[in-house]
Structure formats: C-alpha cells, structure tokens
C-alpha cells in the first residue's frame, strides 16, 4: 500500500514527531524554533486541511506553528490556540479551572491523532526526482490535491464519532476534521521518496456543538480503501497533465500487479530500492527461523510452511531491523542534483533516458493508448472485484470495505492513468452487492446494522477451485530441511549446504487463485449475464478485459490494410498469450493449489479466443467502417450496470 497508518500518542510519541517528523525525518537541534529547524532542514513548513479549521479559527494552508501542535496533539487534545483562550479568560477573572477547561476541545484524552504517511508510486517520484521543475511542480500538486480527495472522502463516509454508553451512538463529524500535512523528500537510505504525513486529529464536533473523539478503529479499517483511492487520483492527474499512461507491473511473482508509470526503467526503481535487497536478506533468515523454531518440548511452534499472513508479519520485522539511522537533511535543489547525478552513475541505465525521461515515457504512453481502450464495464467489473474480495478474505466473508477498495483498484488497471467520473467505484460495488452479494449478517448490535458492516459472501460456489490446505505438522528434527511440499516429509538436509540457503515453503498466494477465480466465474455468467447480450456492447467488454490484461498478455495488434495478403502470424488469433500462465504452471510445485492443470489452460485459451472471435464479428457487424480502428469513448448508458433477470445468478450455470 502506499498509505500508512499509525496512531499518535500524547507524551513519548508526540515529543519524537515534533523532534524529527515536523523536519523532514531529521533531527531537530535542542532550542532550535520550529519555523529555523525547517529551513535548516530544507523542508516546508507544515500546513492545516481539513473542513474542521473554521470552527477552530484556521483557515486551510495556514502555516501550522509549534504551539498549536502542542496543543492539539501534545496536551491530549486541546484548542490549537487555547493559550490565548485560557489567558483572555483569566484576564476576565475566571478561575483558573475554568479558564483551562475553556480551552479544551472536549475530554482529554491519550490517543490525540492518527498519522496517515502518503507516496506515491515508485515511477511518479522518480519523474518528479529526475524530471525538470514544470514536471516536479506538477506531480507535487497533484500529489496534493490526492491527499485531499483522499481526506474528504474521509470526513464524508469514514470517521464517525461514537458517543452514549459503550460509544452505542456514531455520527459522522458535521463540521468536518482537522489535519496538518507535513512534507518530507527523502527516504533514509538518502534515495528520492515524495511523502507526506497528515496528522489528524481525533477531535469533532458534533450536530449538539460538544466535541467528542473520532473512532480509530473505522480509520484503521478503510486504510486499504483509501491508498486505492489516492492511487487511483494521483496516477491519473499526473498522466492526464503530462500526456502519460500506466501499465501492470508484477512486482513479486503470485501478487497483484502494481500500477506504474509506463515507459520509465525497472532499473530506476531498483535504484532507489536500495533497503528492499536489505530487507528480502533479512527476510529469507527470518523465514528460516520461523519453520524450524521449536519449544522446550522439541516440538514446532509454528506451521512448517509459511502462510501470506506470517509471512506480512515477518517482512515487517525484517524492516524495523534492518532501519538505518536517519542522516541530515539537505534542500531539494541540492538533493535532486545529487540523485540524478547517482542514478547516472549507479543505475545502469543510460544518461539519455535519465535525462529525457519524461519524452521516454511519453512516448511508452502513446503506443499504450494506441492499443489499449480503456473502457470501463461496470458489469464485468462487478463480476471480478466479488469474486476477487470472495478468494481474498477468509471464509469468502467480506464487508463494503473491501469491494470499494477493490473496485478502485480495478478502476487504476482498466484506465491505465485516465480520469473517470465521479462515484463509478460507487456504482461498481452498488451493482457487485446487488447481483452477486449476498447479505449473511446477523447483527447483534447497533453497528451491525450499518451498511458498513453488513457482511457478505458471494451467491455462487467456487467448488472447482479447491480449497487452501493446512499441512500436517510434522516431528521436528533440527537436521532435517523443511518439506518441499506441504503434504510431503521433510528432506534431509544436504551436506555442506548452510540452512539460510534452504528453499523455504510457502503457501501459495490468495492473489493467484482469485485472479483465477475471476475467470471461472465470468465464464459460468457467460450465458446467464446480459453483458455480452445487449446490441452494441460487444466492443466494450472485449475492451475493458482488454485494459485490464497485464502487457504481456495481451495479443499482438492487428494486421493492417496493406499487408492483409500476408500470412498472419501464429497465436494471432488468441486474445490472450497463454505462454505466461504455461510458465507458471511448470515453475510452481503447487499446481494443485492454483489448479494451473493442462486441462484448465486449454479450456481457458478455448474460451478466451472463441470471446474474442466472437466480438470483433460484432464490431465488424455494428461499428462503423471508417471508425472501426479508433478508440470509442465512453458512453453514460454504457457505465449503467445492466439489470438482470430475476434468478439469473443462479442456477447451474452460476455454480450456485
């Protein structure tokens, strides 16, 4: 994810955020005011967001002073100027209890605030550290105007303030919220990382006028949802801007794609990943220990494999490990010298990409946007963000949450960098929950019967996509390597070999049984759905499943008029290359797991090229000759998820 979320505590926590956080990850000197430390560091100063500031007396960009983070976050959650308010009502002749209680925003409490930690993809920052200063101006500002969607989205539909006893009652804040977003440029390894911290306050007021605190736990929630949502936005106003578009890229094999900027060097990225190496190190001896760990007894703590969950666990001990010490700022005109003049020098990519990077992605972007039309088809969408959130969770069970945050995410993969209208994520989820959700919730509480809550589960079966096994436990021998299978004994281990050289075990990822789960259920809809029914819409569907196809798989362009005489190549007629999934199916021991058998692939290449053969008959069909070749826009009829039949998404045909 590219958010980050950690609660801000008042005393120890508050004092290490106004010595290092508020300079730019640096350390603040002893007696040194805060506005001096900033400029030392070369970083800006800190500004307020937030509808909340006029009720506090703020004004959204004015410069946030040390006093008023004391106050806010420091004193467990007063008035940013309750000095002056406590000294105008002791000046009038109040009691000093009572002046001091004018000057808070309700009850005190310990947990002031939460920190949202913003950045944007690896290839935005690295245009933005390499790029000149019309395109460093332009991501900043739309890295900006991301945080701030992101923070609306928030105050409309995420914080709650929960009052009455047991916190029985939750309003949404009215007024707004209140943050303060802080700039930093730099990672710790001195590599570029445009980041903001928005610290949030948990102080709200509601409809009554009595401030009361917003509810953590809701914020901590809907953190995926949100760094889908500023993804989504920064990608496509930078793209938009500068003339860019994204692509897919697998960044760890079995994991969902992540959307980048196309056109600008893996080896860029790899640059500035400097503590990914250090990190992946210490994660493969953590591993280690994790399988063969044992009691007093002898006996195996753990699984003898390593689950997704352990193993997101485990990464985030190999980080705080291996965490550098924090090294002096420097300005951002110094910094962006250095980086180029590193990247050149390090990098291994050639000084005139680096130094014409943002043409080189342009042109990567127009050739995408040539081949690819991005169109979004909120019925197939529905179809893949169900069955993907239905894979993902545990149980198949799943909120609201995690279909926004989906449906976002495949928004970013099927427009490859363009704007879409406001609330399509919306309707995708509005049209998943209806046709292919069922409602399971049984609650037993008030929150219960908020939407939010409501819990779900998909109304077909999955009942050919077997289920992730949970391996026996086998005797634990410290001279023995782990099992190369979950259902197969353990190996001795090799002479001479180290132990952090063994091939440790894992489950396979959730990610690549939902990406086939998408696939088997699309093709139970085939026949049931009316997507591919409706006059005209061929062109559309085959396009979004089109743009939401990774680059490797898409199929060559087609001929053109002039070389129409010509014998087509093989595998042209396959709307998929089915080479990458072949691959991965013989370089994987857990077949059985992805169900990648050579049955399956067949009948997945069979049912991918009988789509497309079928759909460009009806765009020959219905498309007009001299348009035939151009990008169709989007229609407003064509965003409408079509209704189905009553009983449509069930039945045999649905494995319901």
């Known amino acids: 994810m590219t958010v980050d979320i950690r609660v801000v505590r008042a005393g120890q926590m508050y004092r290490y955020f106004l010595r290092q956080t508020v300079v730019g990850d640096g350390r603040r000197p002893a007696r040194t005011p805060l506005r001096e430390a900033q400029e030392q560091a070369g970083v800006p100063a800190g500004r307020w967001m937030g509808r909340g500031l006029a009720v506090l007396g703020l004004a959204p960009g004015e410069e946030v002073t040390e006093a008023q983070?004391?106050?806010?976050?420091?004193?467990?959650?007063?008035?940013?100027?309750?000095?002056?308010?406590?000294?105008?009502?002791?000046?009038?002749?109040?009691?000093?209890?009572?002046?001091?209680k004018a000057g808070a925003l309700g009850r005190r409490v310990m947990v002031t605030g939460v920190d949202f930690l913003f950045r944007p993809q690896p290839t935005i920052y690295l245009l933005w550290a390499l790029g000149d200063e019309e395109t460093r101006?332009?991501?900043?500002?739309?890295?900006?105007?991301?945080?701030?969607?992101?923070?609306e989205w928030i105050e409309d539909e995420v914080a709650v303030i929960r009052y009455g006893k047991d916190g029985i009652y939750r309003v949404r804040p009215p007024g707004g919220l209140v943050a303060a977003r802080l700039r930093h440029y730099e990672a710790r390894s001195g590599r570029p990382l445009l980041h903001d911290h928005l610290l949030l306050s948990v102080k709200g007021q509601r409809l009554d006028g009595k401030w009361g605190s917003i509810h953590t736990t809701a914020l901590h929630e809907n953190t995926v949802a949100a760094s889908a949502l500023y993804n989504e936005l920064v990608a496509a106003e930078v793209c938009e801007t500068l003339g860019l578009a994204t692509e897919p890229r697998t960044v760890t094999p079995g994991r969902r794609p992540v959307m980048e900027i196309a056109g600008v060097p893996h080896e860029l990225i790899r640059w500035t990943s400097r503590?990914?190496?250090?990190?992946?190190?210490?994660?493969?001896?953590?591993?280690?220990?994790?399988?063969?760990a044992v009691d007093d007894d002898g006996e195996l703590k753990f699984l003898p494999v390593v689950s997704e969950r352990a193993r997101a666990k485990l990464n985030q001990i190999a980080a705080r490990k291996t965490r550098p010490p924090k090294q002096k700022t420097r300005p951002l005109?110094?910094?962006?010298?250095?980086?180029?003049?590193?990247?050149?020098?390090?990098?291994?990519?050639?000084?005139?990409i680096i130094n014409s990077l943002l043409e080189h992605a342009r042109a990567a972007a127009a050739a995408i946007r040539a081949r690819v039309a991005a169109v979004v088809d909120v019925a197939l969408a529905a179809v893949d963000v169900t069955a993907t959130v239905f894979v993902m969770n545990d149980g198949g069970r799943f909120h609201r949450r995690h279909l926004l945050a989906e449906a976002r995410r495949q928004l970013a993969l099927v427009l490859r960098g363009r704007r879409r209208e406001p609330g399509l994520d919306d309707r995708i989820v509005a049209a998943a929950i209806s046709t292919y959700c069922l409602d399971i919730s049984e609650p037993k509480t008030v929150r219960g019967l908020e939407a939010g809550y409501r819990l779900y589960t998909a109304r077909w079966s999955l009942s050919d996509l077997p289920a992730r096994r949970r391996p026996p436990t086998p005797a634990p021998d410290p001279d023995r390597q782990p099992p190369a299978d979950p259902g197969e004994p353990a190996a001795p281990r090799p002479p001479g070999q180290d132990a952090a050289e063994w091939e440790i075990p894992?489950?396979?990822?959730?990610?690549?049984?939902?990406?086939?789960?998408?696939?088997?259920?699309?093709?139970?809809?085939?026949?049931?759905?009316?997507?591919t029914a409706v006059r005209g819409r061929a062109y559309d569907v085959v396009a979004h499943q089109q743009a939401a196809t990774p680059e490797q798989l898409l199929a060559p362009p087609a001929a053109e008029a002039e070389h129409d005489d010509q014998e087509p190549e093989a595998g042209r007629r396959e709307a998929i290359d089915m080479t990458a999934l072949r691959a991965l199916r013989e370089s994987r021991t857990d077949v059985e797991a992805l169900d990648l058998t050579a049955e399956r692939l067949r009948r997945l290449q069979d049912a991918f090229t009988k789509a497309a053969d079928q759909a460009r008959n009806r765009m020959d069909r219905y498309a007009d000759p001299k348009d035939a070749t151009a990008p169709r826009p989007v229609r407003e009829d064509d965003q409408r998820a079509p209704r189905p039949h009553p009983g449509s998404h069930r039945g045999p045909e649905a494995g319901g």
């Open 506 to 531: 894992r489950l396979p990822l959730q990610y690549e049984r939902a990406v086939l789960a998408g696939v088997v259920v699309r093709e139970k809809l085939r026949n049931t759905t009316t997507a």
């Open 137 to 151: 101006r332009v991501i900043e500002a739309a890295h900006e105007r991301a945080i701030e969607r992101v923070l």
């Open 275 to 292: 503590r990914s190496d250090q990190i992946a190190a210490c994660l493969a001896e953590l591993e280690h220990e994790y399988v063969t």
């Open 69 to 100: 983070l004391r106050n806010l976050f420091g004193e467990r959650g007063r008035h940013p100027y309750a000095d002056r308010i406590e000294a105008d009502r002791l000046a009038k002749g109040e009691s000093p209890k009572k002046a001091f």
């Open 333 to 352: 005109a110094q910094l962006r010298a250095w980086w180029k003049t590193s990247a050149i020098l390090t990098s291994g990519v050639a000084v005139d």
